[in-house]
């Protein structure tokens, strides 16, 4: 059990990829017995200890490498509740120690070549580098700027390769038209509407078709969810090409979990070229959450903060993660989840500043149902600073019953109110549940939308299959797209062609 790592928890080390000789295995024996005991190292060989309150992400079980996911609380991982949420720990103890701006810096995906080697080498190889006599001063100056430079100097290499680099600070975005009809609308100050459409389950189109068609013209854009929970049905990617060509505005999310990093940079440009032009990055629920048999359950090749990371300078520097170029980059707008409830704001708002200097531009939340929660969350995002680099969409689900209510309130990240649930829990006993949860719908957006212009820009609404309740929360919550608010002779023929559900 490691000394020092709050994990408490063993975790064998990674295997090296190819066969070595006896020296290089003797030193990896080595550094292991000295680094799993004491930080729980599991030999990554991308170490990146200095950045991490010397606590080793890699007993994550999503082997996160950027922070927490929406699912971290104080108590326990939610993937595995026999342990704590080692990116928790992580937080807790570099906000402790003052170290807390470190977890800004965007942290590379493991290089599988180097995965299960030591590091130590490449550590005394930049010692020789920069000079024993050099490091020895630098390390032992009276001033602290020069002892970090030298560290850095001696660990930067090792975390922070060529083909990444890295670093803690924003990056706007390399062009100024928008390239979606989400972004001009957000850029033109509309408080927007959007709609998550849950693809099918089989290769039969015409509800999904039907669905598009009865929404598209209450909601800026449409987003097709990636196998949400885990469980396999029609690709977002296809879902989204369906949309285009029924003249609706996609959001392709695209999750983590089951892509590799190669999958990821070659579906981005198929996407872009077929018209697609919002993205949604996320790291996606953990296989523990889909029916059994269960697929690889540990470590992603990337995260969400990564994914947004090679996304944005595939776009604004034209170049694949591998250094090639790219003759006619993509164009996207970015996007990604945002999680105003899954730990604490202080840490979520790190969190999601990380995502933003990475490359998101805007965010759909997680279900609000607690304003006040939401407002402590906005304060932290500005106190740092981020409000003007994002748009915000708050995500609201009408509840449909007692049921829903009581899985919502156990849903990691989520924050359902007492209140709430008894106010369900009356309705389900009247017989107007469905009727209860529109009303709570309708009444958090009337309060939300009074947080426009002071960080909030639109709702997101997440109908978990209600579909048909959408124009209805639309049109009653008076968040009719401006254009067709402004026609209204054909909005009245298309509210009698297409009578809303109550
Ligand atoms: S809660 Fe999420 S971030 Fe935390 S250890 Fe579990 S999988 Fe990793």
Not at 15 to 28: I, V
Not at 178 to 203: K, Q
Not at 302 to 316: S, Y
Request: aromatic share 8%; with cysteine; glycine share 8%.
């Amino acid at each position: 059990m490691p000394g020092f790592t709050p994990g408490r928890r063993w975790q064998p080390a990674y295997s090296p990829f190819k066969k070595e000789n006896f020296g290089d295995r003797a030193l990896q024996v080595l550094e292991y017995s000295v680094k799993g005991p004491l930080f729980g190292c599991r030999m990554c060989g991308n170490c990146l200890l200095q950045e991490t309150a010397l606590i080793c992400p890699m007993e994550c079980p999503k082997g996160l490498r950027n922070g927490p996911c929406g699912g971290s609380t104080s108590e326990h991982c939610y993937i595995d509740e026999t342990r704590p949420c080692i990116w928790y720990k992580i937080y807790e103890r570099s906000f402790q120690l003052g170290r807390e701006e470190l977890l800004l810096e965007v942290l590379p995906p493991l290089d599988w070549e180097k995965v299960g080697q030591d590091t130590w080498r490449d550590i005394f190889r930049n010692v020789a580098k920069l000079g024993y006599k050099k490091v020895a001063g630098g390390l032992l100056a009276r001033s602290a700027e020069t002892r970090k430079l030298t560290w850095d100097g001696i660990f930067r290499p090792v975390r922070q390769p060529d083909w990444w680099q890295g670093d803690s600070k924003y990056h706007a975005p390399a062009y100024t038209e928008p390239v979606s009809e989400l972004e001009r609308r957000l850029v033109a100050g509309e408080f927007v509407v959007t709609s998550e459409i849950a693809p099918p389950l089989s290769s039969r189109t015409d509800k999904l078709i039907h669905n598009i068609e009865e929404t598209k013209h209450y909601v800026a854009a449409l987003n097709f969810t990636d196998n949400a929970s885990a469980i396999p049905r029609m690709t977002s990617w296809a879902c989204s090409q369906i949309a285009v060509a029924h003249e609706a505005e996609p959001v392709l999310q695209i999750s983590a979990r089951n892509r590799s990093r190669g999958n990821l940079q070659s579906e981005v440009i198929g996407a872009t070229a077929l018209g697609v032009r919002n993205i949604l990055c996320m790291t996606g629920d953990s296989a523990k959450l889909s029916p059994s048999p269960r697929e690889k359950m540990e470590i992603n090749d990337l995260d969400a903060v990564q994914m947004l990371w090679i996304l944005r300078r595939m776009r604004d520097e034209g170049k694949y993660l591998d250094g090639r170029e790219i003759k006619y980059p993509p164009k996207f707008f970015l996007g990604a989840a945002a999680s105003p409830f899954s730990s604490n704001p202080v840490f979520q708002a790190l969190r999601e500043q990380k995502k933003i200097n990475a490359g998101a531009q805007f965010f759909q939340t997680n279900l609000v149902f607690d304003v006040n929660g939401l407002e402590n969350w906005l304060n932290e995002l500005a106190r740092r600073n981020v409000l003007d680099k994002v748009y915000i969409l708050i995500g609201i689900a009408p509840i449909k019953s007692l049921k829903m209510a009581v899985m919502l309130s156990e849903v990691p990240g989520v924050y359902l109110p007492k209140h709430i649930l008894d106010r369900m829990d009356r309705a389900n006993v009247a017989g107007n549940a469905r009727e209860e949860g529109v009303q709570i719908a309708l009444e958090l957006i009337s309060v939300i939308k009074r947080y426009h212009g002071q960080g909030i820009h639109g709702i997101h609404l997440m109908p978990v299959g209600w579909d048909e309740v959408v124009p209805r929360i639309v049109i009653e919550s008076g968040l009719m797209p401006k254009e067709f608010l402004f026609d209204q002779t054909s909005q009245q023929e298309w509210n009698n062609a297409h009578p809303i559900e109550k």
